[in-house]
């Protein structure tokens, strides 16, 4: 779709923002890297900030040195209230990745004070703000990788440069719990059931997401196999109840009383 348009991404930057926004919503992130690289910049353009936001958020999905340049200037140069939290917390991730935790939460303490608290992306980076503690670097490392599409690399820094067990029970949950999401958008589903089931067995009990979205992903996964009628598939119709049983037990822990699942979905990447 991006390589069929006409519209020229060098000439237009909204053309520019919805081919690089395509791109980072379809895991082509090396591709939005690519366009945005070549925005259209000069006194000869109405100014778009949003685009060096979006630059800055690609090239930390790469781990890039230097994503953190393309986000101050967003900071620098937006006259919106919009994504000035989400901004903050991408710094902050950036500095986490690089093993400063100082600068993590020098950066946390500005997203809860800067910017409006309206859209999900915006209220997400404050929930997480809240929590007022580091997360695990190497988590957030493959979760970043994640984001930004590259799946074989998180699955294979997890599974060798990552610790594979940890004392804390969140961070143990959050390790078993993204094996299970990077496995289930490469596609190998009974893998991704494999560490949604031990995220469910160890979590369902605890007060964090993951084994709630855990139940809610492996449902999916099991209303496919059932549409493909593979073997045992008629078995999953008890087994997703159950699983929404566990989403419905899950969500009441957590006080979310009224669901909206767009921006539960976002906080549960």
């Known amino acids: 779709m991006i390589e069929k348009s006409t519209i020229d991404a060098e000439k237009n930057p909204l053309a520019c923002f919805v081919k690089a926004n395509i791109a980072m919503q379809t895991g082509r992130n090396d591709k939005a890297i690519y366009i945005l690289e070549k925005k259209p910049q000069g006194h000869k353009y109405f100014p778009f900030p949003y685009l060096q936001f979006m630059e800055g958020v690609a090239r930390l999905n790469r781990l890039e040195k230097g994503a953190d340049h393309h986000l101050n200037r967003f900071l620098r140069e937006t006259r919106g209230m919009h994504y000035i939290k989400e901004a903050y917390q991408k710094l902050a991730w950036y500095e986490l990745v690089n093993d400063q935790p100082e600068k993590y939460l020098k950066y946390m303490e500005a997203c809860k004070v800067h910017g409006a608290s309206v859209i999900d992306e915006d209220l997400t980076a404050l929930h997480e703000a809240r929590l007022n503690r580091v997360p695990e670097r190497h988590l957030l490392q493959a979760r970043i990788l994640f984001d930004g599409g590259y799946y074989i690399q998180a699955r294979s820094y997890l599974e060798h440069q990552a610790p594979k067990t940890y004392s804390n029970a969140e961070f143990q949950l959050e390790y078993l719990y993204r094996l299970g999401r990077i496995h289930h958008l ?84």
């Not at 059931?193 to 992903?217: P, R, V």
């Open 186 to 269: 490469l596609g190998d589903t009974h893998q991704a059931l494999k560490y949604y089931e031990k995220t469910i067995s160890q979590g369902q009990n605890e007060g964090y997401y993951f084994a709630c979205n855990a139940a809610l992903m492996s449902g999916f996964l099991y209303e496919k196999l059932m549409m493909l009628k593979e073997p045992k598939s008629t078995l999953a119709w008890p087994l997703i109840l159950n699983l929404m049983n566990i989403v419905a037990v899950c969500i009441k822990k957590q006080k979310l009383v009224s669901i909206d699942w767009k921006i539960i979905s976002n906080r549960l990447a």
